[in-house]
């Protein structure tokens, strides 16, 4: 089920898991099935990921600085910094597939 429309061709070509996998400005992006298009999410998604990208770092930096201080992080630190850099994936490719425009591709993509 496709909701959401190409910019190019005003199809909806689109669904949550294929807009979720068109990346972001600096990416290559995906194909629209109906123009052949590249298409990403726009510069909104670039911004988000930047900035929570920062702040994963520097939770990253943060527990490997205090957990050896603090008595009840020090044995998972380890789990903590994993998890931090899953939720780094994870969550923005859930953020994108739900909130920021469709946007033609600037980068070119290899055929």
């Known amino acids: 089920m496709s909701i959401y429309n190409c910019p190019n061709c005003k199809n909806k070509t689109f669904n949550p898991l294929t807009k979720a996998l068109a990346g972001q400005l600096n990416s290559i992006g995906r194909n629209c099935p109906h123009c052949g298009k590249r298409l990403v999410n726009g510069k ?7 900035i929570f990208s920062l702040i994963c770092f520097a939770l990253i930096v943060l527990v490997y600085l205090k957990a050896p201080k603090i008595q009840w992080l020090s044995p998972i630190e380890g789990q903590v910094v994993l998890a931090l850099i899953a939720i780094k994936i994870i969550v923005p490719r859930i953020v994108w597939a739900f909130f920021f425009r469709l946007e033609p591709a600037i980068k070119m993509g290899s055929r």
Not at 44 to 50: D, E, P, V
């Open 44 to 50: 909104g998604a670039t911004i988000f990921n930047a």
